[in-house]
Nanobody
Framework: QVQLVESGGGLVQAGGSLRLSCAAS????????MGWFRQAPGKDREFVAS????????DYADSVKGRFTISRSNTKNTVYLQMNSLKPEDTALYYC????????????WGQGTQVTVSS
């Protein structure tokens, strides 16, 4: 059974930093990419960043480029999202997801971790 468990969310002041973690288990993820998404109240879920388990390919939403960094630990089966220079508009429920590299859809999703940025 595939499990994606997010952690690291919390309350931070604008300009601060947080690091989210996503622990993945239940299968081999070498053919998958891992993504971070977020959903603010009253808004659609939006893509934040993605990374492949193999190689160095990453992708970011324009709104977080230069502030967020996605990385992974293959030995720990964990994906991270380092978030710096946080803004109130970054406030959202952040989700981790896994999808096959050549599939546009993400197959597995975590439960989410809340990030709240105060002004």
């Amino acid at each position: 059974q595939v499990q994606l468990v997010e952690s690291g969310g919390g309350l931070v002041q604008a300009g601060g930093s947080l690091r989210l973690s996503c622990a993945a288990s239940g299968r081999t993820f070498s053919d998958y990419r891992m993504g971070w998404f977020r959903q603010a109240p009253g808004k659609d879920r939006e893509f934040v960043a993605s990374i492949r388990w193999i190689g160095v390919s990453t992708d970011y939403a324009d709104s977080v480029k230069g502030r967020f960094t996605i990385s992974r630990s293959n030995t720990k089966n964990t994906v991270y999202l380092q978030m710096n220079s946080l803004k109130p508009e970054d406030t959202a429920l952040y989700y981790c997801a896994a999808g096959l590299v050549f599939d546009s859809q993400y197959e597995f999703w975590g439960q989410g971790t809340q990030v709240t940025v105060s002004s």
